[in-house]
């Protein structure tokens, strides 16, 4: 278990199913919450392979933060098959302002201790992160 700069523990089930992802993409997806009583980031839900963007979006809570990464894969210009680890940081305006500033003070260690991630993306709501936005970054 590692800490954070807030103090946030990152507990290992993330590193190690950020690492099935990237490695052996058993995932489409992996939602991370913090738990405030503990002070430790867990894994909230694991996105099947078989999976879509709008499943992942879906499970996003409205007035809760949480973190993502989403495994997007896309054909370039050129026929070319490729993909995209991004890291997503959700953070509704209807969530809690202690809430918020946990997941903002929380995010960069966090993400450091998931090496692999290409894109990120802040949303705030649904929009700031749609499939063109997302399809958009990738390419």
């Known amino acids: 278990m590692s800490n954070s700069a807030s103090g946030m523990a990152v507990c290992d089930e993330c590193k190690l199913k950020f690492q099935e992802l990237k490695a052996k993409r058993s995932f489409r997806f992996i939602v991370f919450k913090i738990n405030e009583k503990v002070q430790e980031v867990v894994v909230d839900r694991l996105g099947e392979t078989g999976e879509s963007y709008d499943d992942f979006t879906a499970c996003l809570p409205a007035d809760e933060c949480r973190y993502a ?71």
């Open 69 to 139: 990464v989403f495994d997007f894969d896309f054909v370039t210009d050129e026929n070319c098959q490729k993909s995209k680890i991004f890291f997503i940081s959700w953070s509704p305006d209807t969530s809690r302002v202690r809430s918020k500033m946990l997941y903002a003070s929380s995010k960069d260690r966090f993400k450091r201790e998931l090496d692999g991630i290409q894109l990120e993306l802040q949303a705030t709501d649904p929009s700031e992160m749609s499939m063109d936005i997302i399809k958009s970054r990738a390419l």
